[in-house]
């Protein structure tokens, strides 16, 4: 039986030989002493900075122009070898076996604080980690990136459905992409797709999501092991070293202090003396789903260590469905210009002269340490040039570095390297892709002559199902876009929207129209320029009050670059007099029909409003609209529920606005003009073709709001002035959370006829379910209770973070769930200050959102409300 094992593995080494191509270079395996492949070691070139990365099962192979070569062999966990090749014309068979390193520890370790000398390496790597980070601002480079994945549970009630779509248990699916790669600080990045392929619907052609990703700083929210912060949230503790190349490298253990999804756990490799990554091994846990990343760094130029090969895995286990996901990938052909705002050469001298005071005593007596010259060249007698720098050497040759100075080492050399840079250009090009034209059509042969890392057998079967796949996707039938709906893409560009006939979207249910039915056509065109106009109309019938219904909307942006557009709305329809904050119809129908509450208060009006929004300067937003309308009021026309039993009835069509509870709202006509200003200082943005998508900005946006009744246009009735002026912010404070404010305040001018419509309403809860959660919504009082006519000041704080109270449970800890904290207050001349205080958990077992919340009325308790809420388009809540 071993014989034939090592027959047929010699087999596919000849059939693996023969594939790849004509050329010259170098191909084999690598194994352990086990004869098991090493999946995703490092193979490596330094002289010419080019490298591969051996497959899932261990085999590579490497192109290389004749000549000799000394290539190193690398993995985690495993003694780096070298070997000297020489290439001539033909590709050299060479496998290699690699031993487990051994790591050496120290005898006796003495420090003044008895700690772990994990410590003192650490605070060194921290402290330049800034340096690190910020040592190359551009670099190009050529990335072999491939994804695969597969299905290792369906749960019974989708497995039909998942079949229908191609998709089977246990069938792999895989991604692979050639890239050339542009990037330069601040992470902006340009991608070239020179070739890219999928045997699923998996379609990511851009690399830079895993590529770019630097463990010398945080990424989403998870804290690196190099933060400056890291100390707070881990343990550390130092298992060995190794030497290579005649350099120290300690492999330290990462022990998170706490549970948590924002923390790794695993070893991070650490180059004595230069304080560099040298290569990762870390993980990530949650309740959900686990990840992990190892990256093998090595010197693409002199004195830089760049990560050569990356290998990502993911594994998801949520509701009876499991997956396995892996990224390899291989970079190679770096060039790469240095940051011309750092002194390179004093950092190289600095490294060189700080103290070793935990060198280890090697346990092979053969083995001598010497130091690795960093590999840029230094001038003599080179000393600081600022008093910034004195201050940096003096800290990086201290013994004693406590975790005070460790956070100023790291202050000081983000200073340095900030100190001379430009201010940043308003526009963000964090990721430009390209994609070759024939990026998608290569043929099997170009792959196989240029992909670097093999396909494993069951990746080949893979692709070889991709064509049969394809053929047997069955699509939607007619009948059933017919019924419930659908999109329809004619010709180039134009798109058209039916929600069809059946569909839940086409009836509603309310005390004033009874039933209604109604259906929504449109259709949109979007320009190469990045223009684009869309009409659509909805219309429908009430079939209590036997009323037609329409409306139409035509929106046309003509300047994608200056969000400019212009719109025209108009029709008849029944309208909410809080046409903002109102009640969802959804939830309004559900409340009516099983708990015979109508909170929805409706009037009819025949309208045609206009308006118009550009942006002036990046930043500068004007918004104007003009309405005109013929306003009647209307009765309840149905008395229809389901839960008539309870012995309960409707209320009036008279919303409960105080002082006004009996007041019905007289047929009139209203022509009302608005204007928005807003402002947002350094207003970044990013280009997305011809449009400019806007993204955030370290400063709130301050708005000034104006809105005119003007009597006697078209017969109008109407007469008031409002003006409005509100100020909101959203930023976040690495390692205390995230904070949204609002504030709003806003008086009525000359208001001697100013009707229900025109009021300033609030968002409130008058009902068991919620339609939103909208940061700016009260929770604790009835829709139109706070309504006015007069003057108002309105406020809201919603802080959100992982961890505030309960996810400090352990078996919290590890799940999604983020938590928060919010504050509402309100105050108008007609009503007592309103305030409310709540706590609340999002994202339970991902589907379900949780909060309390308590009401206070001129200083006293008003009642505490408990809710449960589930996001799907209506939340549910209970008061108590």
């Known amino acids: 039986m071993k014989f034939l094992l090592i027959a047929f593995r010699l087999l596919l080494s000849f059939i693996f030989l023969i594939t790849v191509g004509y050329g010259q270079g170098l191909a084999g395996r690598i194994t352990n002493t086990d004869d098991q492949g090493i999946s995703y070691a490092a193979v490596f070139v330094p002289a010419i900075h080019q490298g591969t990365t051996a497959n899932e099962e261990g085999y590579y192979h490497l192109e290389l122009k004749p000549g000799n070569y000394e290539i190193r062999f690398q993995y985690l966990g495993y003694k780096t070898q070298v070997h000297t090749v020489v290439v001539v014309d033909d590709f050299i068979s060479l496998d290699v076996v690699m031993e487990e390193q051994q790591y050496a520890l120290p005898e006796v370790v003495v ?161 004595d003396g230069t304080w560099n990554l040298h290569s990762v091994d870390l993980q990530i846990e949650q309740s959900l789903f686990a990840a992990g990343i190892r990256q093998v760094y090595n010197p693409v130029a002199e004195g830089v260590w760049m990560p050569v090969s990356h290998d990502y895995y993911f594994q998801v286990s949520i509701m009876g469905l499991g997956l396995e996901y892996k990224y390899m990938a291989s970079v190679s052909d770096y060039e790469i210009t240095l940051n011309p705002n750092l002194d390179h050469e004093f950092y190289a001298r600095v490294m060189e002269s700080s103290t070793d005071a935990f060198l280890l005593q090697l346990r092979d007596a053969e083995i001598t340490q010497q130091r690795e010259t960093p590999g840029i060249e230094l001038r003599e007698h080179t000393r600081p040039q600022t008093r910034r720098q004195e201050r940096i050497a003096e800290l990086m040759t201290r013994e004693d570095l406590d975790n005070r100075e460790m956070r100023r080492l790291n202050r000081l050399i983000r200073r340095e390297a900030r100190a001379n840079e430009p201010r940043r250009p308003l526009e963000v090009r964090n990721l430009s892709m390209e994609l070759d034209d024939s990026a998608r059509v290569r043929t099997t042969d170009y792959w196989a002559e240029n992909r670097p890392v093999p396909l494993t057998p069951h990746e080949m079967e893979s692709f070889t199902e991709l064509d049969t796949l394809e053929k047997d996707q069955p699509g939607h039938g007619p009948l059933r876009q017919v019924l419930m709906g659908g999109t329809l893409s004619a010709k180039e560009n134009w798109t058209f929207r039916y929600n069809g006939l059946l569909s839940l979207s086409s009836f509603d249910f309310n005390t004033v129209d009874g039933l209604k039915y109604s259906k929504t056509l449109s259709l949109r065109h979007s320009g190469a320029t990045g223009r684009q106009f869309s009409i659509a109309n909805t219309s429908g019938y009430a079939f209590a009050r036997e009323r037609f219904l329409t409306r139409f909307d035509l929106n046309y942006a003509y300047h994608p670059f200056k969000r400019a557009k212009f719109g025209m709305e108009g029709g008849r329809r029944s309208q909410d007099f809080d046409s903002q904050y109102g009640i969802n119809p959804f939830i309004n129908a559900v409340s009516s029909l099983f708990f015979q509450n109508n909170f929805m208060k409706l009037y009819e009006k025949d309208y045609l409003r206009i308006h118009h929004q550009f942006d002036i300067v990046n930043g500068l937003v004007l918004s104007t609209a003009a309405e005109y309308a013929k306003r009647r009021p209307l009765e309840n026309q149905s008395d229809f529920s389901l839960a008539g039993w309870m012995g309960g009835e409707y209320t009036p069509n008279i919303p409960a606005i105080p002082g006004l509870e009996a007041l019905i709202m007289p047929q009139h006509n209203s022509f009302v003009v608005d204007a928005r200003l807003s402002f947002t200082h350094r207003h970044y943005f990013m280009r997305m073709g011809n449009r400019k998508m806007m993204l955030y900005s370290r400063w709130p946006t301050i708005s000034l709001a104006y809105r005119e009744g003007i009597e006697g246009i078209l017969q109008s009735d109407t007469r008031f002035r409002q003006l409005e002026t509100s100020v909101n912010q959203s930023f976040t404070i690495r390692m205390i959370g995230e904070f949204e404010y609002t504030a709003t305040a806003g008086k009525f001018f000359n208001s001697d006829k100013l009707f229900t419509p025109d009021f300033k309403h609030f968002g409130g809860n008058s009902t068991w379910f919620l339609s939103g959660m909208e940061k700016d919504r009260f929770r604790t009082f009835n829709h139109y209770e706070y309504s006015t006519g007069t003057q108002y000041l309105s406020a809201h704080l919603h802080y959100e973070h992982g961890r505030i109270l309960l996810k400090r449970l352990p078996f919290m800890a590890r799940t999604l769930s983020r938590e928060k904290l919010f504050f509402n207050a309100l105050t108008i001349p007609e009503k007592d200050f309103y305030f409310e205080a709540g706590y609340g958990m999002n994202q339970l077992f991902l589907l379900i959102n949780a909060e309390i919340v308590v009401g206070l009325k001129g200083g006293k308790h008003h009642y505490t409300g408990f809710r449960i809420s589930v996001p799907l388009g209506g939340e549910a809540g209970v008061r108590l």
């Open 111 to 271: 420090t003044a604080s008895g700690e772990d000398p994990a410590y003192y390496i650490m605070r060194r790597a921290i402290g330049m980690s800034q340096y690190y980070l910020n040592q190359v601002s551009e670099y190009n480079c050529r990335v072999y990136l491939k994804g695969s994945g597969v299905l290792t549970k369906i749960p019974a009630m989708l497995r039909r459905q998942f079949e229908r779509e191609g998709v089977e248990q246990d069938r792999y699916f895989v991604t692979e992409t050639i890239s050339e790669v542009q990037y330069s600080m601040p992470n902006q990045v340009q991608t070239r797709v020179i070739s890219t392929r999928s045997s699923g619907d998996d379609s990511q052609t851009s690399p830079m999501a895993f590529i770019t990703m630097s463990l010398y700083q945080d990424i989403n929210g998870i804290i690196s092991p190099l933060s400056r912060n890291a100390f707070q949230v881990y343990r550390f503790q130092l298992e060995g070293s190794f030497m290579e190349n005649g350099t120290q490298v300690n492999k330290i253990r990462v022990i998170p202090r706490r549970a948590g999804h924002d923390l790794y756990s695993g070893h991070i490799f650490i180059k």
